[in-house]
């Protein structure tokens, strides 16, 4: 005859009852300080997608994880701080032998497949020669900055470090 | 050189830089929305008005 378990004094309701409350209550033939459930947010695949395609295209990491609004919002500003630093006539860093033109080259790496295609498009300046000029080339450069901290956070969103 | 498509004043480009990276500030430091609304907007004030008190300053000092 089968009848339902629900209420009683069993093993198994006694667990559910005590994981419901604050204190984990090992398995029985549980190891002592084993995982049993995975951390909240973290789910399942390569961690470390989103970084990569937060990187590579400004809010792509965003829009893998379903943050559509937070990805749009990124992914405009970065662009846009981007293109304006290119209409600036801003210079794109490509052979960096001084530690300025290093650091400088690091920040516009950061924009990914924009500085890529810029590259081969030969977009940007030479040279920064006016004020404005040097205006854009730092718009591009916190650009890929910028970038890197949107990329950084789609993979604390991916790992569920943050909510 | 090629030609500049944009000429922004400084006031502008100022208002523009603070623009954007306030709003990445804003999403990817906070966790909730009002808060991530209330950093950027805050991000934005510290950029632009320390901006301006600092070219009061550098204004007065080359007097």
């Given at each position: 005859m089968r009848y339902s378990q629900k209420g009683m004094a069993t093993v198994e309701n006694k667990n559910t009852a005590a994981n419901s409350g604050s204190q984990p209550v090992s398995q029985p033939g549980a190891q002592p300080g084993a995982k049993t459930s995975a951390k909240p947010g973290a789910r399942e695949g390569f961690v470390y997608l989103p970084l990569i395609a937060g990187w590579l295209v400004p809010g792509a990491g965003h829009f893998l994880l379903r943050k559509w609004g937070r990805g749009a919002l990124l992914s405009a500003s970065i662009l846009a701080m981007f293109v304006l630093g290119l209409t600036m006539q801003g210079k794109l860093y490509s052979?960096?032998?001084e530690i300025l033109d290093i650091l400088g080259l690091a920040g516009d790496l950061g924009n990914g497949l924009l500085y890529i295609i810029s590259q081969i498009l030969g977009l940007?300046?030479?040279?920064?020669?006016?004020t404005l000029a040097d205006y854009g080339t730092r718009f591009i450069v916190v650009a890929g900055l910028l970038n890197v901290i949107a990329a950084v956070d789609a993979h604390n969103l991916r790992t569920g470090r943050k909510s | 050189m090629g030609h500049t498509f944009f000429q922004p004043s400084h006031f502008t480009a100022v208002v523009l830089f603070a623009l954007f990276a306030s709003i990445v500030f804003g999403i990817t430091q906070r966790e909730t929305p009002r808060r991530m609304i209330r950093y950027g907007i805050y991000c934005f004030v510290l950029f632009v008005g320390s901006t301006i008190a600092i070219s009061w300053l550098m204004f007065l000092v080359a007097r």
């Open positions: 052979n960096a032998h940007g300046a030479a040279q920064a020669q006016t | -």
